[in-house]
């Protein structure tokens, strides 16, 4: 046995071929009865529990190193079908390792089944909302009603039904918003296994001005993933100048499908 913790990329049923170059430096398998786990030896210096916690608030290393953990699982599921494991995660031994696998060995295959030659992709929607509402009058019956009637009116009512359009416009707005994250969603969905939806984001989190009306994971097998990234570019394309920004991206290890359960 090697010194020093093991940090746990993957584990599958299958062997996978670890080719000695620099791609592979350092990873090893490391076999479980019918398992194998993608691990590399590192030392307590930088990923002890206390020494993790210190560097996880570090943003260069965060990104580096979990740029390296998802690497590692990709090239990984280009030979095999895997279960990742989040990133960060160490086992103290081998022997911690195997308990892990023997308390989760029913799960694991079934996960694996569940998993195997699909990949996770990530589609989050923005509404650039001044973009839209140059287009309220286009898109909105009401709103368009609403406008024939400020311009016949005499300035006194006009004024007034300028702030009660203006009302209306944010309603419409947020209404558009739901109906084209729906139909969206909807469609990616018709094409995934399994979708998760995730929590919207606030700006201060996106960086971006624009916001956030749509925030899923979806599970492609990689048979319809042509189809899927198709279908994001279409909505791109039929929905350009309203104010809608989709981002399309993957493939991901699949991270948020993975539901691993002690057995009974």
Not at 76 to 103: A, C, H
Not at 175 to 188: M, N, S
Not at 216 to 223: E, G, H, K, N, V
């Amino acid at each position: 046995m090697m010194n020093g913790l093991i940090y746990a990329y993957c584990l599958s049923n299958s062997p996978p071929d670890l080719r000695p170059d620099a791609e592979w430096e350092g990873i090893q398998s490391l076999k479980f009865d019918e398992f194998y786990v993608t691990v590399k030896y590192v030392a307590e210096s930088e990923f002890s529990e206390d020494n993790l916690k210190t560097n996880l608030s570090d943003i260069q290393w965060l990104e580096k190193n979990a740029r390296e953990h998802v690497r590692v699982i990709s090239l990984m599921m280009e030979q095999i079908t895997v279960i990742p494991f989040n990133f960060g995660t160490i086992y103290k031994s081998e022997d911690s390792l195997r308990k892990f696998i023997e308390d989760y060995a029913d799960s694991l295959i079934e996960n694996i089944i569940h998993l195997e030659w699909k990949e996770e992709w990530a589609v989050k929607i923005y509404c650039d909302r001044t973009a839209l509402n140059r287009q309220i009058d286009e898109l909105s019956e009401e709103a368009a009603a609403l406008e024939k009637q400020i311009m016949a009116s005499s300035p006194g009512k006009a004024f007034l039904l300028k702030r009660k359009k203006a009302d209306l416009i944010e309603y419409e707005m947020d209404r558009l918003c739901k109906v084209f994250g729906q139909e969206c969603y909807d469609e990616f969905k018709n094409l995934s296994e399994t979708t998760k939806l995730n929590n919207l984001l606030p700006k201060e989190f996106t960086g971006r001005e624009d916001t956030m009306i749509l925030n899923a994971t979806f599970l492609i097998s990689r048979d319809k993933t042509i189809e899927f990234v198709s279908t994001a570019r279409l909505f791109k394309i039929k929905n350009f100048g309203l104010g809608f920004q989709i981002e399309c991206t993957g493939p991901w290890p699949p991270f948020s499908f993975v539901s691993i359960k002690e057995k009974l």
